[in-house]
């Protein structure tokens, strides 16, 4: 079974403070995909990254980067500088190519509030 | 261009009425995917379509719960006899085809059910 976990429910810093979203994942699958998706209060959930399970370069987009490790199971989302937009819960999900499987596990989420 | 749009956004029922939610997926995307997301939860998978061939239907959580793609672009998800556990946000989100994993979301129907 694939499982997906956001230890830290919610996460209030000041603006300006650097912050790093904990994701741990689980799965049998060797060949596997891994999301962070934003969900601000309009409900819509925003795409901002995917990681294939070859891939473990960390990858940086401007304020935003992600630590991926393999040998903890666990790919970490960070926000640099932060800034009350980013103010959103915060999904790590897992896709595993498992019978073709195309469905998304997501973990709980993490409320992240940034305070000006 | 347009994104995945959702409607109603809103839907108030009372218990043991049918509801209908409809999802227009972006154009020209092949995969369709809904998902259930209760309040302070991930989502969680409901099914999924290939154009209209429904592929995986194991979230659903009951036979009350039925979705249909029938032209393989606006899906609908119908739940008969609503419950008051059946109350969250339904979610569609569609993809360009199986190959790519992507997959972009809509707004959401927040169903109330009383």
């Known amino acids: 079974a694939q499982k997906v976990t956001q230890a830290q429910t919610e996460i209030s810093v000041v603006e300006k403070e650097d912050v790093t979203l904990d994701c741990v994942y689980e799965t049998r699958d060797t060949t596997y995909y891994l999301f962070w998706y934003k969900q601000p209060p309009s409900g819509e959930l925003v795409f901002l990254i995917r990681r294939n399970s070859f891939d473990e370069q960390n990858e940086i987009s401007g304020r935003y980067s992600w630590n991926f490790q393999k040998s903890t199971s666990s790919f970490n989302f960070t926000i640099t500088a932060s800034q009350v937009v980013d103010s959103a819960v915060y999904f790590c999900?897992?896709?595993?190519?498992?019978?073709?499987?195309?469905?998304?596990?997501f973990g709980q989420g993490t409320r992240l509030t940034i305070n000006p | 261009g347009a994104g995945v749009s959702q409607s109603p956004r809103y839907k108030v029922a009372k218990r043991g009425q049918d509801v209908a939610l409809r999802c227009d997926p972006i154009s020209g995307h092949v995969s369709l995917f809904w998902y259930q997301q209760a309040l302070g939860q991930g989502p969680e998978f409901l099914t999924y379509f290939q154009n209209e061939a429904q592929l995986d239907k194991s979230g659903l959580p009951s036979d009350r719960f039925f979705a249909e793609r029938p032209e393989g672009s606006v899906s609908t998800l119908k739940i008969q006899r609503t419950q008051q556990e059946d109350s969250a946000v339904y979610l569609c989100?569609?993809?360009?085809?199986?190959?790519?994993?992507?997959?972009?979301f809509g707004p959401g129907t927040r169903l109330t059910v009383l």
């Open positions: 999900a897992l896709r595993a190519l498992i019978q073709g499987a195309q469905k998304l596990v």
């Open positions: 989100a569609s993809s360009p085809d199986r190959r790519t994993d992507t997959q972009y």
